[in-house]
C-alpha cells in the first residue's frame, strides 16, 4: 500500500503563486511517474500535470502550461507542483497520483492510469 500525502494550497489572490507538495510512502518512488490532477464539485477530475518516472520529462494540460511546473525529487519521495499566475478558474481541489505501471514510457491524462492517490488540498483563488 502506497500513502500519498499532499500539502501546501490555501487561499490566494489572482495574478499569485502556490506550491503543493505530495510525499509518499514506500521504497519504489522513484520508479513512477507522477500526476497531479484538479476537481471541482459536480466536475470530472482533471489532468493538469504528469512528470516521468526519472522526473527528466514533463507534460502539461493546455490550462497550465507556462504557469504550472512539476517537479520530483526522488530522494525525498516528493513531488511538487509550483503554481505561478494563478487564476480564479484554477480553484479546485488538487490531488496527487502514482501511475500504476513502472518506468512507464508514455504520457497518460487518464485518471484510470494511476493506481494510488492523495487525500487532496483546497486550493482557491480569488479575484
Known amino acids: 500500500q502506497v500513502l500519498l500525502v499532499e500539502s501546501g494550497g490555501g487561499l490566494v489572490q489572482a495574478g499569485g503563486s502556490l506550491r503543493l507538495s505530495c510525499v509518499a510512502s514506500?521504497?519504489?518512488?522513484?520508479?513512477?511517474?507522477m500526476g497531479w490532477f484538479r476537481q471541482v464539485p459536480g466536475k470530472a477530475r482533471e489532468f493538469a500535470a504528469a512528470?516521468?518516472?526519472?522526473?527528466?520529462?514533463?507534460y502539461y494540460a493546455d490550462s497550465v502550461k507556462g504557469r504550472f511546473t512539476i517537479s520530483k525529487d526522488n530522494a525525498k519521495n516528493t513531488v511538487y507542483l509550483e503554481m505561478n499566475s494563478l487564476k480564479p478558474e484554477d480553484t479546485a481541489v488538487y490531488y496527487c497520483a502514482r501511475r500504476l505501471i513502472p518506468y512507464s514510457s508514455s504520457w497518460s491524462v487518464a485518471p484510470s492510469a494511476y493506481e494510488y492517490w492523495g487525500q487532496g488540498t483546497q486550493v482557491t483563488v480569488s479575484s
Open positions: 512528470i516521468s518516472w526519472s522526473g527528466s520529462s514533463t
Open positions: 514506500g521504497r519504489t518512488f522513484s520508479n513512477y511517474a
